[in-house]
């Protein structure tokens, strides 16, 4: 596609509730981050992939929260038993993967979750 | 650690006013720079970006910002501003060595009035 695609864009489920959100990466782009947004703050690290090779985890809160991107290409976060705390915009960004321009994340219009 | 600081959390201004938002990073090595905006409603686009050499880098839609290594400073400049420039602007750091998460500021939120 022409763009970083999400789905679903909104989520609404119940405390306790496993949840799992999509994200398409731009076609050719080898570096796919995830990123919480709680309201008026600015975009938090959760993980990152390059291809199917998950480089970084440390941002993920607990271990309620893992990430896959089994074939390099798509790429899923899962929260399990869903807390109200979990409720965010979670944005997806992919990059080329390098220096300069190939560094550029493009972002998703993001998954907006609310717990209740 | 990475830090990023937006010193303004809205600003309001008329049409045709004059726009710098402020942002200052913490790091101890070489870093990409980054604005983004967020139209209401709209994903997170990339305004403008900084790798290397003239400090001075233009953008879209008028926008420029201005890197002051001493200062640890990227301030976002507009001469004059639009109703249409109403949004929410981030201020993101990386490692030079790209391939990294970004770290963003809380962002500021630019309201225009006519």
């Known amino acids: 596609g022409a763009g970083v695609s999400q789905s679903p864009r909104y989520k609404v489920a119940k405390r306790g509730q496993d949840v799992a959100l999509r994200c398409d990466p731009i076609s050719g782009h080898v570096s796919l981050f995830w990123y919480q947004q709680a309201l008026g703050q600015g975009p938090e690290f959760l993980t990152y992939?390059?291809?199917?090779?998950?480089?970084?985890k440390s941002g993920l809160p607990s271990d309620r929260f893992f990430a896959e991107r089994p074939e390099g290409s798509v790429s899923t976060l899962k929260i399990q038993r869903t807390q109200q705390e979990d409720s965010a915009v979670y944005l997806c960004a992919s990059s080329l993967g390098g220096t300069g321009i190939k560094n550029i994340q493009y972002f998703g219009a993001g998954t907006r979750l609310s717990v209740l | 650690a990475q830090s990023v600081s937006q010193h303004n959390h809205h600003v309001i201004l008329s049409e045709a006013a004059s726009l710098e938002l402020g942002c200052n990073y913490s790091y101890g090595g070489t870093v990409n720079l980054f604005w983004y905006v967020q139209y209401p409603g709209q994903h997170l686009q990339l305004l403008l970006k900084y790798f290397s050499g003239d400090p001075l880098v233009k953008g879209i839609k008028g926008f420029e910002a201005e890197f002051i290594k001493s200062k640890f400073s990227f301030n976002l400049r507009k001469p004059s501003v639009q109703w249409s420039d109403t949004a929410e602007y981030f201020c993101a750091v990386n490692e030079f060595t790209g391939n990294t998460p970004l770290v963003f500021g809380k962002g500021t939120r630019l309201s225009v009035i006519a």
């Open positions: 992939f390059q291809n199917e090779a998950q480089l970084d």
